[in-house]
């Protein structure tokens, strides 16, 4: 069993900054990509940023030079400091990798159970 688990949600006035961190836990044999979606009500869900195993990083033209995606091997753990937050960033965060474990030798994509982010003006 796979588990994604996000903390480090919450209000935030405009400006100010946050990080996001996701912890994958479980049997696992390894990750390759990992990243943060944001969704708000009535949109689909769109992505944040992404990291691979390598290091490459790519980030939504929205949160380019303000936000950060980093992640820690060793702890299967995925990171996002998100700075000079502004109201339009508010949504849920969900935390996806894709990831194989000692059971299924094959990459599958998961998601974590999303935190919200609510930045205020």
């Known amino acids: 069993q796979v588990q994604l688990v996000e903390s480090g949600g919450g209000l935030v006035q405009a400006g100010g900054s946050l990080r996001l961190s996701c912890a994958a836990s479980g049997t696992i044999f390894s990750i390759n990509a990992m990243g943060w979606y944001r969704q708000v009500p009535g949109k689909q869900r769109e992505l944040v940023a992404s990291?691979?195993?390598?290091?490459?990083?790519n980030y939504a033209d929205s949160v380019k030079g303000r936000f950060t995606i980093s992640r820690d091997n060793a702890k299967n753990t995925v990171y996002l400091q998100m700075n000079s937050l502004k109201p339009e960033d508010t949504a849920v965060y969900y935390c996806?990798?894709?990831?194989?474990?000692?059971?299924?030798?094959?990459?599958?994509?998961?998601w974590g159970q999303g935190t919200q982010v609510t930045v205020s003006s």
């Open positions: 996806n990798a894709d990831l194989s474990t000692l059971v299924e030798r094959w990459y599958r994509n998961y």
């Open positions: 990291i691979i195993s390598g290091g490459r990083t």
